[in-house]
């Protein structure tokens, strides 16, 4: 069963940074998408960044110019890189792929989720 695993969660002061990383446990085969949400308490899932099926990167507005998501293909790996983080950015970060990881069957993969905490 393909599992994708993230890391780098954690508690970091405003302003500061955090890198998160999700692997897939198999070769991711293609994606039409993959990238990174967010679920902060009592609101919905929401997008933060995410490559397309183009290649082109959709960012929520909120993150622009803070925020870069990156992948590296041989080791099915997707980054997000978050700079000037704010109180707000407090959530839970899932990585979510739609794609074919390790089959030839199209699905739609969730990560566990990854806490962050942006606290003084």
């Known amino acids: 069963q393909v599992q994708l695993a993230e890391s780098g969660g954690g508690l970091v002061q405003p302003g500061g940074s955090l890198r998160l990383s999700c692997a897939a446990s198999a070769r991711i085969i293609s994606a039409y998408a993959m990238g990174w949400y967010r679920q902060a308490p009592g609101k919905q899932r929401e997008l933060v960044a995410t490559f397309t099926s183009s290649d082109t990167i959709n960012y929520a507005d909120f993150v622009k110019g803070r925020f870069t998501v990156s992948r590296d293909n041989a080791k099915s790996t997707v980054y997000l890189q978050m700079n000037s983080l704010k109180p707000e950015d407090t959530a839970v970060y899932y990585c979510?792929?739609?794609?074919?990881?390790?089959?030839?069957?199209?699905?739609?993969?969730w990560g566990q989720g990854t806490q962050v905490t942006v606290s003084s």
């Open positions: 979510h792929i739609d794609g074919r990881i390790g089959t030839l069957n199209r699905f739609d993969y």
